[in-house]
């Protein structure tokens, strides 16, 4: 699951993402200055911009992608504490008030057991009447936008071509990146990656938090406080410990 060379590039081909979308969507669950942990955090965009308004703690597998979100934090004058741990084993130095797992983190872990242990873990991280927050794709996007699907774009110094293609497993993706890396010399470098996604209709979620110890709050569409519909292509979890 870790991004190796991807994480490299993944700042540039990623900078149309609406970060902002997923601070706004916290903010209006849990309030501002509360401990969070950021899981799955990346290169640690959306975590700085949750640091603006909470005390942040950033996880992820990755350890490439953590020394991007260090530096990445030096530069911007923010302290954030980053850690390398899988986010089905969390132990951090002391309980949060709230669990974020975004831009669809959680559709990497690869198997049933995987969630759950996740949430597990998430619940013995939280405060009593903590909060766990996550987005996952949708069963309508693994099944359409993701279906032999070919996407490709270039960036300043990179570009990529991305084959998206039924997994093995119901509701799961095989992602083959090909990168073009453009060097010092001016001569572009070729990196292969294979990454893997599954998920899981929205009422499996509702049953393994609630079998977790969770209350489930709110799940809803695409950045919206509405249900999702059945096109929705993200959907979104608030649930609280109970």
């Known amino acids: 699951m870790a991004y190796e060379q991807f994480a490299y ?11 902002p979308e997923w601070v706004a969507w916290v903010l209006e669950q849990v309030e501002p200055g509360k401990r969070i942990a ?11 911009l949750l640091a603006d308004h909470y005390e942040v703690t950033g996880v992820d597998l990755s350890e490439e992608m953590l020394e991007i979100a260090q530096e990445k934090a030096m530069e ?52 009593d009447g903590g909060k766990l927050l996550f987005d996952v794709h949708s069963p309508y996007k693994m099944e359409t936008l993701f279906n032999g699907k070919t996407y490709a774009t270039h960036a300043e110094q990179s570009s990529y071509i991305w084959f998206a293609d039924p997994g093995e497993e119901p509701l799961s993706v095989v992602h083959e ?7 010092e010399d001016g001569r572009y470098d070729r990196v292969d990656e294979t990454h893997h996604q599954r998920t899981y ?7 393994w938090l609630r079998e977790a110890g969770f209350r489930v709050c709110a799940v809803t569409g695409d ?20």
């Open 201 to 207: 209709p929205p009422e499996q979620y509702i049953t």
């Open 223 to 242: 950045f919206t406080s509405d249900a999702p519909t059945e096109t929705a292509e993200r959907i979104f979890f608030v649930a609280e410990k109970i």
């Open 76 to 127: 911007t004058n923010r302290h954030v504490d980053f850690w390398v741990q899988d986010m089905r084993e969390l132990e951090l130095p002391e309980p949060v008030d709230a669990i974020t797992i975004l831009c669809d983190s959680l559709n990497y872990l690869q198997t049933e057991a995987d969630v759950k242990q996740t949430f597990d873990s998430a619940a013995r991280l939280l405060t």
């Open 177 to 183: 990146l090909t990168f073009f890396i453009e060097g």
């Open 9 to 19: 590039v993944y700042d540039e081909l990623m900078q149309d993402v609406p970060y």
């Open 38 to 48: 950021d899981i799955g955090c990346g290169t640690g965009t959306a975590t700085l």
